[in-house]
């Protein structure tokens, strides 16, 4: 029988110290095996460090670990922090594909991955994680601290209380640098930084590399997202304090562009909440959603927008600040007549969106063209 789930949360949870031995215990409890590392989405900086100081960590318990994704790496930036520090991760389907797998783990996620199959059965090891849940998830080991900006900052702490890293080594330093990519970038440069990722930033500091972390964090915008970006703004439609934009059909090798655009609207000054949507991949309807409100819970607001799936899954989630949806449009995906399945996206969306401002659904037809979709490309990631 495994040992019973071990939940910590912030409010009245143990010191840091017993947390970090927490962890170091459950990973001791499987030496020998082979645990994968399952990063839901499209990989962002923070899930990627996380997994990589999971790996560290498992690899001093005798633990082998591999990390693996499901979708795209998406984005310039974590492309480049894949390569630069030459990373290993997998993009797989299936948990069978990685074969034999002992235990699965979640970082910078509190569920698997819906697209990740053959995952029934295999026992949760550890999910470690700063969104907030709705429910508390299963697994021998469950660190959720929404009271921080990033996944970084919880493994920071497990490193400097377990192993903290030599500046003089160079796969160290590799660690070191992606936690403080991870929590950068999650905490928007800090400028939404709480008190655990600024003792996390100072516990890796020295033994981070400023050079490789600026080529890391150079903000590029690519010339997708500022397509997107122009078709965000020309179907902008305002709303008291609320806004949205649908932006037509997006490569899936670009669907981050969507969480750009809406960074750039959300800076409009008669506004505090946008949503930002498309299809992504002729799989899914996508969106990102960017507040300063106190008054907006991302995650609970996407999930009352757009419900669950079949299983009971929220298609929604997020923290203090953002979220991000994804949708399955099924069938309808096949379709060779983009103008009336985008009618029929954007009909739904405005929809959905209008009930949670309170206003009447708007009428069909009412929008802008919908954009062609560009050429598809190949896979960025390789």
């Known amino acids: 029988m495994p040992d019973p789930v071990r939940r ?59 990390i693996s994704y499901c979708h795209e790496l998406s984005h310039r930036e974590n492309r480049a922090l894949v390569k630069l520090l030459g990373l290993e991760l997998r993009r797989v389907k299936s948990v069978r594909e990685v074969a034999p797998v002992d235990y699965l783990a979640l970082v910078d996620a509190y569920d698997i991955d819906p697209d990740l199959a053959d995952a029934e059965g295999i026992e949760m090891l550890a999910i470690v994680d700063h969104h907030r849940a709705p429910a508390a998830p299963t697994a021998r080991f469950v660190d959720l601290r929404p009271d921080v900006g990033a996944t970084a900052a919880i493994f920071a702490e497990y490193i400097d209380q377990l192993a903290p ?7 160290e330093r590799r660690i070191a640098t992606a936690l403080m990519l991870g929590l950068s970038t999650d905490t928007d440069d800090f400028m939404l930084a709480r008190a655990g990722d600024f003792r996390a930033a100072a516990q890796i500091a020295e033994a981070t590399d400023r050079d490789l972390l600026t080529d890391l964090s150079r903000r590029l915008i690519a010339p997708s ?29 670009d669907r981050d562009t969507i969480a750009q655009a809406a960074d750039f609207l959300v800076r409009r000054e008669d506004i505090d909440t946008v949503v930002v949507y498309g299809v992504v991949g002729d799989k899914s309807i996508e969106g990102s959603l960017r507040t300063h409100s106190p008054s907006v819970d991302p995650a609970a607001w996407l999930e009352q927008a757009f419900g669950h799936d079949d299983k009971g899954r929220a ?52 929008h802008a063209p919908v954009p062609a979709i560009p050429p598809e490309r190949g896979n960025p990631g390789t």
């Open 165 to 171: 890293l030599d500046p003089e080594n160079e796969d």
């Open 225 to 253: 997202a500022m397509d997107v970006i122009a078709r965000a703004l020309s179907s902008l439609v305002v709303r008291r304090n609320f806004a949205s934009a649908g932006v037509g059909f997006v490569n899936e090798g």
């Open 315 to 366: 298609f929604g989630g997020g923290r203090r600040d953002k979220g991000g949806f994804r949708i399955p449009i099924g069938f309808l995906g096949r379709s060779t007549d983009r103008g009336q399945l985008w009618t029929l996206v954007e009909h739904s969306m405005r929809t959905a969106l209008a009930r949670m401002i309170g206003e009447d659904a708007p009428q069909t037809g009412v």
């Open 8 to 66: 910590l949360h912030p409010a009245g949870s143990p010191p840091p110290a017993d947390r970090a031995r927490a962890f170091a215990d459950t990973l001791a409890q499987v030496r020998g095996k082979h645990v994968l590392v399952a990063l839901r989405g499209h990989p962002d900086p923070d899930g990627i460090a996380s997994a990589l100081a999971f790996g560290h960590l498992a690899a001093r318990q005798g633990v082998r670990t591999t």
